[in-house]
Nanobody
């Protein structure tokens, strides 16, 4: 079965950086588009970034553009999210999702369990 396992979350001060990883198994990773989403307390899950299967194209939400970078290593079946200049309001559970290149979470059939990112002020 498909498994997506996120890691790399934690506590960081405002302005700091974190790198999230998502290890995938049970799917032909190198042919799948991937995405990252986040969900803050009492808020809806929102799009962060997505990457094509080849890594050649990426899209970002306006709120993270220029600070976050999505990338992938198909040899390691892993997608990454480098997050710089983090803000307290970006405290959320960050989720990896597979099989779409879209801002719409409904188009992603596979999801990880999430990793908590807490940004202190």
């Amino acid at each position: 079965q498909v498994q997506l396992v996120e890691s790399g979350g934690g506590l960081v001060q405002a302005g700091g950086s974190l790198r999230l990883s998502c290890a995938a198994s049970g799917l032909p990773f190198s042919t799948y588009n991937m995405g990252w989403f986040r969900q803050a307390p009492r808020k809806e899950r929102e799009f962060v970034a997505a990457i094509r299967w080849s890594g050649a194209e990426t899209i970002y939400s306006d709120s993270v553009k220029g600070r976050f970078t999505i990338s992938r290593d198909n040899a390691k079946n892993t997608v990454y999210l480098q997050m710089n200049s983090l803000k307290p309001e970006e405290t959320a559970v960050y989720y990896c999702a597979a099989a779409s290149y879209s801002r719409d979470l409904r188009s992603y059939p596979y999801w990880g369990q999430g990793t908590q990112v807490t940004v202190s002020s």
